[in-house]
């Protein structure tokens, strides 16, 4: 077998036979790997076991590897050695966290289409042609369906999740749609790919979530496919068990962030998966903290000790009532 083999800037990157056969793909499956030596040949054999009859052009696979420790670049080279899966491997010499591995995959994808996969997760033979269907005469951004949550141990459906419609105020409200997705490259780097604040500053397992927002904000829509397309392994190292710790904090940060949609939909009872109260809290103010004054004596009051005054009394209140309500 024919290897290419080509130093990136800090990435090595080698392909197969397969990859250089599909020269014009129609969608790209980016696979991020990090440490899942167990659960990658089972992620790339779904990937595999993908129906392409219907998808002109096929489809490739990306596997960028964020400087593994464990034995999992080994596993996808056997693989890529031994499989007519048309794949490129990229292996980063350092790592640098999820988001910045999904937009080296952006990058490294050929198609103008492309579809996010984690390494521990799977997806159905019918995934990538629903995803395409979806996409290719649309204006949509991204694409996404059902998917099904299972138990590792057992492979026991534990739950459906991502099956909202695509709502911006349910979106503001609360994440709802996983990163299991069909994405259209060109606006997703329009909008500067995924942000690689997590992970680093902030926690990782938001990036799907924050690029969701970035889309909405920039006025780009997405597409529930109205079935079960996907499969995510529930395990002790998986995202979900994680991503709930800081929720708070990072509402707040939500908040600043995307200050433009929070005003267009200022109604909400919860914003980011958090109650207003909590939010004013986390952010160090509370709603009263820009009202106006209605009555004469409240304005006479606010001009007395004026804006900034009153602005820093009401956080420090509102830092002390943090304190003794974690």
């Given at each position: 077998m024919?290897?290419?083999?080509?130093?990136?800037?800090?990435?090595e990157?080698?392909?197969?036979?397969?990859?250089?056969s599909?020269?014009?793909?129609?969608?790209?499956?980016?696979?991020?790997?990090?440490?899942?030596?167990?659960?990658?040949?089972?992620?790339?054999?779904?990937?595999r076991?993908?129906n392409?009859a219907?998808?002109?052009?096929?489809?490739?696979?990306?596997?960028?590897?964020?400087?593994?420790?464990?034995?999992?670049?080994k596993?996808?080279?056997?693989?890529?050695?031994?499989?007519?899966?048309?794949i490129?491997?990229?292996?980063?010499?350092?790592?640098?966290?999820?988001?910045?591995?999904?937009?080296?995959?952006?990058?490294?994808?050929?198609?103008p289409?492309?579809?996010?996969?984690?390494?521990?997760?799977?997806?159905?033979?019918?995934?990538?042609?629903?995803?395409?269907?979806a996409?290719?005469?649309?204006?949509?951004?991204?694409?996404y369906?059902?998917?099904?949550?299972?138990?590792?141990?057992?492979?026991?459906?534990?739950?459906?999740?991502?099956?909202?419609?695509?709502?911006?105020?349910?979106?503001?409200?609360?994440?709802?749609?996983?990163?299991m997705?069909?994405?259209?490259?060109?606006?997703?780097?329009a909008?500067?790919?995924y942000?690689?604040?997590?992970g680093t500053?902030?926690?990782?397992?938001?990036e799907?979530?924050?690029?969701?927002?970035k889309?909405?904000?920039?006025?780009?829509?997405?597409?529930?496919i109205?079935?079960?397309?996907?499969?995510?392994?529930v395990?002790?190292?998986?995202?979900?068990?994680?991503?709930?710790?800081?929720?708070?904090?990072?509402?707040?940060?939500?908040?600043?962030?995307?200050?433009?949609?929070v005003?267009?939909?200022?109604?909400?009872?919860?914003w980011?998966?958090?109650?207003?109260?909590?939010?004013?809290v986390?952010?160090?103010?509370?709603?009263?903290?820009?009202?106006?004054?209605k009555s004469?004596?409240?304005?006479f009051?606010?001009?007395?000790?004026?804006?900034?005054?009153?602005?820093?009394?009401?956080?420090?209140?509102a830092?002390?009532y943090?304190?003794?309500?974690?």
């Amino acid at each position: 077998m024919n290897r290419q083999t080509s130093i990136i800037q800090s990435r090595e990157v080698v392909t197969n036979d397969a990859i250089r056969s599909c020269a014009r793909p129609a969608v790209s499956v980016v696979i991020t790997l990090f440490n899942y030596s167990a659960f990658i040949t089972g992620c790339l054999d779904s990937v595999r076991a993908t129906n392409a009859a219907d998808l002109p052009g096929g489809f490739e696979v990306v596997v960028v590897d964020d400087s593994s420790t464990d034995a999992s670049v080994k596993v996808v080279e056997e693989y890529l050695a031994t499989n007519a899966l048309p794949i490129c491997l990229v292996k980063k010499k350092s790592n640098t966290g999820l988001a910045d591995a999904r937009n080296v995959g952006l990058l490294m994808a050929r198609a103008p289409l492309v579809f996010i996969l984690d390494a521990d997760n799977e997806i159905r033979p019918d995934c990538l042609l629903a995803h395409h269907r979806a996409l290719v005469d649309s204006t949509y951004a991204m694409a996404y369906g059902a998917i099904n949550q299972f138990d590792h141990v057992t492979r026991k459906s534990l739950a459906t999740m991502s099956h909202h419609e695509w709502n911006v105020r349910e979106l503001l409200s609360r994440p709802c749609i996983d990163a299991m997705a069909m994405i259209r490259k060109e606006p997703v780097l329009a909008v500067g790919g995924y942000s690689t604040e997590y992970g680093t500053i902030l926690p990782q397992g938001w990036e799907d979530y924050d690029l969701w927002l970035k889309l909405a904000q920039a006025g780009y829509a997405g597409k529930l496919i109205p079935q079960v397309l996907s499969d995510y392994r529930v395990h002790s190292e998986s995202m979900l068990q994680s991503t709930w710790l800081r929720q708070r904090e990072l509402a707040a940060y939500f908040a600043r962030k995307f200050h433009t949609l929070v005003a267009l939909h200022d109604d909400l009872p919860t914003w980011f998966g958090v109650s207003r109260r909590e939010l004013a809290v986390a952010g160090g103010q509370s709603d009263w903290l820009h009202a106006k004054p209605k009555s004469k004596p409240a304005k006479f009051i606010h001009r007395l000790i004026g804006k900034k005054l009153c602005r820093s009394l009401c956080k420090r209140l509102a830092s002390v009532y943090a304190w003794l309500h974690p």
